[in-house]
């Protein structure tokens, strides 16, 4: 009683100076919101890893070692071949254009206008790009082609082996890390010009991939946020049937997602994919409590027509602080389970800042929802009749309390068998990933990352760091051999379909030393000549042409290996078989390798994510038990109030391996997020049970009864609002971002399923003395 007293004072409190509260609420939200527009993105790959970490510390310095970027790499395909005068030209004009495209490194063009052959001469080496646009003619392009076909270097790598295709690559300047978006658009506009041509163009790599995911996840958000807002606001409509009904919870979803959004901003920190669902997941949590206010709202001035305004809000929010506050908290900790549980910093900042904005929500619940029905008149609801009758909603709610009392045993045994074929389901869960899914299989860049990593050696890198002790040793024949052995080894891996370092240009020049003749495109056995050739290859060619492949002192040397998939599941074997071949057949003398680039940095970060995704759950579950049994003062109230969830989330597993549903990045997430809003339902069923059979002292069929009319009534408002709110993810073009909004929406409607359902039943059957059944 004596708390029940401290609570109506304290909002008696707010609904005197509600005029007061109000505005700070507005200017708070106003202040904090208005940093969104500074808001940055970043869409790379390495996004998914601390800046600090070791693995992507290494690689990051092999990248500087070595000059390695992410490239945007063009592919021109004629199907009548590459080599003919026209599209010689057009590659020549293409790679000088690019030069010009602001955000290109110009020094960092490759393409076959732009790249040296190796001819032996009577003096030497002769190093010479493959042809001249003056002097090109159809001989020449024919000339060209035998060139490439005695290059082993550029088969694959270059030019296809049907000659068909052939790349134009292109890097960018360090100053456009995250402005790949704008250097795609331009590639984009120069490509659009070449249109009438008969060749055709592709735009793909890891460089384009970052930059169109950009204007992607944006064109998203342009479509899924209004919708979800529109979706809500149907619901209220449909719930209270009044003007107030709808604005007074998207005032509080604008805080929520607003003070989120904002505050990320403020700080600094990066908008990822995976934070394009923040905004859709905000908007489906953050109306929940405003239907629950609402609800008791119109339910009690059905009652009691007689009350002032002030009496109605006070005794709403005596009614539902305690409810709302709980629900709130428990989904606060689903989100920061995420954060807590993961090493990646998108999902930690998703876990940080929606917890904020689910805490924001809570806030302007408890704050603002009285402040602002004070300026308004007591006004009831069509929805609730002052007689007690029963809308269409409320019988059916009804009509499922009557199934829980007539058969709670089938219903329970039910969801035994869910939780079996669940735990199954759980073991069977396939750990994957891949950049290229973020998008729709029809985009663009889709189809031509599928063509480049088919006709060509493919646009996935795994490098491999060479090491040894002094300046030149990589000029040791003994070293060059042993490179040469690991590169023909990683080359039999599935997917690996080509290799460069310094050693194909060192059997080239040693070939071309030797009239051509393929016998001798071999490593030469003596140290002082290998350096002679070197020495050669700088008097007619640039010495820099080896920069992505040795250093200065020759000390270091990269290995760069492609794969035509940046697919997970079959990243990780090579990059394991790579590592195990070089721990006992490299690592055994005085030259070390090891592996590194983009191949390796994904087999790292996305091997956590089933080990993440667990301890997510866990977390969330234990969080969740933690505070129900503390709210409830009762250990088994807590047990009952996670019963539904962990049923969910298990139901989920089946779901996932029945639909070959991934647990990926966007997909890891929803154990922690289902479990911190499905758990809402059952705490509202067991605080307001507890409330009808311990307070009002009814029987249970009355309480029942009285529980799915009232308190059943708006959970069937909030689920529509939470399981409708996350269906809209799944109109959403990212394709993990939809899989995410379908897998939480079902979690949530199974969810709400058990809470009205099972916990009722169990509840039914086992009478915990916490809630004083009669037996």
Do not use: C
């Amino acid at each position: 009683m004596k708390q029940q007293n401290k609570v109506a004072k304290f909002f008696n409190f707010i609904t005197s100076y509600h005029k007061m509260i109000l505005t700070l609420s507005i200017i708070i939200m106003i202040g904090i919101a208005s940093f969104i527009p500074k808001m940055t993105k970043d869409t790379s790959y390495d996004a998914f890893l601390p800046k600090d970490d070791p693995i992507l510390v290494f690689r990051n310095q092999t990248k500087e070692t070595f000059g390695l970027k992410d490239p945007m790499v063009i592919a021109i395909v004629n199907e009548q071949g590459v080599f003919n005068k026209k599209t010689l030209e057009l590659v020549h004009e293409l790679s000088e254009r690019l030069k010009t495209i602001p955000g290109i490194d110009p020094d960092e063009i490759t393409s076959l206008s732009t790249e040296n052959n190796i001819v032996g001469t009577d003096d030497g080496l002769e190093v010479d790009t493959f042809f001249e646009i003056s002097e090109l003619t159809e001989n020449k392009a024919i000339e060209v082609a035998k060139a490439i076909d005695d290059f082993e270097l550029y088969q694959g790598s270059l030019v296809s082996n049907d000659h068909t295709t052939t790349l134009v690559v292109a890097e960018m300047l360090d100053s456009y890390d995250k402005k790949q978006h704008e250097v795609y658009k331009s590639l984009i506009a120069l490509l659009d010009e070449y249109k009438a041509r008969n060749e055709q163009f592709y735009l793909a790599g890891e460089g384009a991939i970052s930059g169109y995911l950009i204007r992607y996840i944006d064109e998203d958000a342009i479509k899924t946020n209004p919708f979800a807002a529109l979706i809500i606001s149907i619901i209220l409509i449909f719930a209270y049937r009044r003007l107030r009904g709808l604005i007074l919870p998207n005032i509080m979803v604008l805080a929520s997602v607003g003070i989120a959004l904002g505050a990320m901003a403020a700080f600094g920190v990066d908008f990822f994919v995976i934070t394009n669902g923040l905004p859709v997941v905000l908007i489906s949590i953050a109306v929940a409590d405003g239907i629950h206010i609402l609800g008791e709202y119109y339910e009690t001035a059905a009652k009691h027509p007689e009350y002032t305004q002030k009496e109605l809000v006070v005794l709403t929010m005596i009614h539902m602080w305690r409810p709302i506050t709980i629900t709130s908290i428990t989904t606060i900790a689903g989100f920061l389970a995420i954060a807590a549980s993961a090493y990646m910093p998108p999902m930690t900042y998703f876990g940080l800042f929606g917890a904020l904005g689910v805490f924001a929500a809570l806030v302007y619940a408890i704050f603002m929802i009285p402040s602002a029905m004070m300026f308004l008149k007591p006004q009831l609801s069509s929805a609730y009749k002052p007689n007690q009758k029963m809308d269409a909603f409320g019988k059916i709610m009804v009509r499922i309390g009557v199934l829980v009392l007539n058969y709670p045993k089938t219903i329970v045994t039910i969801a035994l068998i869910i939780i079996a074929f669940g735990l199954n389901g759980a073991f069977k869960l396939v750990i994957n990933e891949d950049r290229i899914k973020n998008f729709q299989s029809d985009e663009p860049i889709v189809k031509s990352d599928a063509l480049i990593n088919n006709k060509t050696d493919g646009t996935s890198y795994l490098d491999i760091l060479i090491e040894t002790p002094e300046s030149e040793d990589i000029f040791d024949p003994k070293n060059l051999l042993k490179m040469e052995a690991l590169q023909n080894y990683v080359e039999t891996l599935p997917h690996v379909k080509g290799s460069i370092s310094i050693v194909d240009f060192l059997k080239k020049m040693n070939q071309s030393l030797n009239e051509n003749n393929p016998d001798f495109y071999t490593i030469p056995d003596d140290k002082e000549l290998i350096a002679q050739y070197f020495l050669l290859y700088s008097a007619s060619g640039d010495p820099t042409d080896f920069d992505n492949y040795v250093d200065y002192d020759y000390r270091l040397a990269n290995i760069r290996l492609s794969m035509d998939t940046g697919e997970y599941l079959f990243e990780k074997p090579v990059v394991e078989q790579t590592q195990a071949y070089i721990t006992e057949h490299f690592n055994n003398g005085d030259i070390k390798a090891t592996t590194t680039g983009k191949v390796t940095v994904d087999s790292y970060w996305i091997n956590r994510l089933g080990y993440n995704h667990f301890i997510g759950a866990g977390l969330a579950l234990l969080v969740v038990l933690i505070f129900s049994a503390l709210s409830f003062k009762s250990f088994w109230a807590g047990v009952l109030t996670i019963i539904p969830v962990s049923i969910s989330v298990l139901f989920i597993y089946t779901v996932m391996g029945l639909l070959n549903i991934w647990l990926a990045v966007g997909t890891s997430m929803f154990a922690a997020i289902a479990i911190g809003i499905g758990v809402d339902f059952a705490v509202h069923t067991v605080d307001k049970l507890k409330f009808l059979l311990n307070e009002k002292r009814l029987s249970t069929k009355e309480a029942y009864s009285e529980f799915y009319k009232s308190a059943g009534r708006a959970l069937l408002f909030n689920f529509l609002a939470l399981a409708l709110g996350f269906s809209v993810l799944m109109t959403s073009s990212v394709p993990p971002l939809s899989q995410f909004g379908f897998l939480v929406a079902v979690a949530v409607t199974v969810s709400f399923i058990g809470s009205l359902t099972l916990l009722p039943a169990i509840i039914l059957l086992l009478k915990p003395k916490f809630l004083n059944i009669a037996k």
